[in-house]
């Protein structure tokens, strides 16, 4: 795991080449967190179809734990939203920060009653 969190540390130019090991971690896992990994890896490195397809399996994974998982669905969108943003995502990271909005007022409505 060290070698290829090397990769994601060394910039942009890198982050291609954990995208196999980040992979290969992910899917043999239902850690949302393996699959965030392979979600912000590959947004990154420029391929948003991957990390899309990451980050709804991560989400699915988050339903299946009913949303119990640590850290939660809303902290892994946040982080996601903020990949995206670094790699001038910003159309994309626009239209999911407007369901972090949303999230965040449901929640709280839902909790403050």
């Given at each position: 795991?060290?070698y290829?969190?090397?990769?994601?540390?060394?910039?942009?130019?890198?982050?291609?080449?954990?995208?196999?090991?980040?992979?290969k971690?992910?899917?043999?896992?239902?850690?949302?967190?393996?699959?965030?990994?392979?979600?912000?890896?590959?947004?990154?490195?420029k391929?948003?179809?991957?990390?899309?397809?990451?980050?709804?399996?991560?989400?699915?994974?988050?339903?299946?734990?009913n949303?119990?998982?640590?850290?939660?669905?809303?902290?892994?969108?946040?982080?996601?939203?903020?990949?995206?943003?670094?790699?001038?995502?910003?159309?994309?990271?626009?239209?999911?920060?407007?369901?972090?909005?949303?999230?965040?007022?449901?929640?709280?409505?839902?909790?403050?009653?």
């Amino acid at each position: 795991m060290i070698y290829f969190l090397s990769f994601f540390s060394k910039g942009n130019e890198e982050f291609s080449e954990s995208i196999p090991w980040f992979k290969k971690s992910a899917t043999s896992s239902t850690s949302p967190s393996d699959w965030f990994n392979l979600a912000s890896a590959a947004a990154q490195a420029k391929d948003i179809e991957l990390a899309m397809e990451a980050f709804e399996t991560l989400e699915e994974l988050h339903k299946e734990s009913n949303f119990k998982a640590e850290p939660s669905f809303w902290i892994h969108l946040y982080w996601f939203i903020l990949c995206l943003i670094n790699t001038k995502e910003y159309l994309l990271s626009i239209h999911l920060m407007k369901r972090l909005s949303n999230g965040i007022f449901f929640y709280l409505n839902f909790n403050m009653n």
